[in-house]
Each structure stands twice: as structure tokens, then as C-alpha cells.
């Protein structure tokens, strides 16, 4: 562990032991370092102070399937600057507050919050299953001042948001009704 005191920022380093055996990340067989690769996260920070991990990470060549790969890290998301724990205090704080103050609270550039935000709202809509849904609601606002609207589609049971697109009237309807389709295509409800 080191401190920066130029940029006041702590370093956290990981490392693996010489000869250290890894799970395949295609077959999960044992096979030691083909090579190492440096990579850096931004972690929580502690106090005004921002934490870096930094971690040689491994890709095994695995002899069972062949392939080199790298290795996942327990921590962070595969090709992401941040470290999980960041990322959910990012979210935190983009569900309480626009997400250019969330990038100020944090210090970071808002379009690196904006790739955070992408990644699990994207993911929990792939995720949604709206075959189920029996009663929707439907919100139009405007999403900035002047006539930039949002429509808004809400499962009446439940209340989770199914869908959001830009706009309002009839066009918004037909968008609703194309993810619909898909959504159950997908599932296999047709």
C-alpha cells in the first residue's frame, strides 16, 4: 500500500505468488500463468482521498481446452476501470441525484458514470420478464425545460419501470409494443 501525497490518492497492490495455479475461465481447469497483464480500479474513496487497486492479473493457457484467456477478478467487471463496490455507490448515488452530481461527488467524469448507469440498467432490462405483467401505466414528463418529453411505461402491479423511451403520443405506444414483442420472443411466449 502506498500514498501519493502529489495527488493525494492511496494505492492498494495485489499480486499473486510464483507458480500460483488459477481456474481456466472456459473449462475451470487448474493451469498457472501463461502471462500477466497491470491493471488499475478506482475504489471506494477513503475519506478525501481516492484509492486505486492495482493488480497483475493472469491469463492461464489452459492445455485442456487450448485457449488463453484471463483471468476474472473477484472485484471488478470484465473491462471496467472500477471496482464493484464503486460502482454500487455510483448507483446509489445516481438513483438520489443527476448524474452530473454524482460525477462531482465522486470525481470523476460523467460520461464514466453514464457507462456505469448503461451497464446495469441495460442489464436488468435484459433481465426483465414482462410476460407477467397484466396492468401498465403510462407517465409522460418533460424531461428537460421546453418540449423534451419522457414516456414512462410502469407495471401498475409492481411499480418497476418497463420501459422509457423519448417522446410522447402514439409513436412512444408502437416502441412499447415492439419491446413487448421482443421481450416475449425471447422468452419464448409466443
Known sequence: MEFDDKENTWHLFIDFERGSTFACPICGAACTAHDTETKKWRHLDFWDWKTYMHARVPRTDCHACKKITQVPVPWARVKSHFTLQFDAWAMRLM???????????????????WRIFHHYVDKAMAELDLT?????????????????YITLFVDADTMIVLFATEGKGMDTLGRFKERLAANRRERGAD
Open 132 to 148: 407477467r405483467v397484466k396492468r401498465i401505466a403510462i407517465d409522460e414528463t418533460s424531461s428537460r425545460r421546453g418540449h423534451r
Open 95 to 113: 438513483a438520489e441525484m443527476p448524474v452530473n452530481a454524482a460525477a462531482r461527488e465522486l470525481r470523476e467524469h460523467d460520461t464514466r458514470m
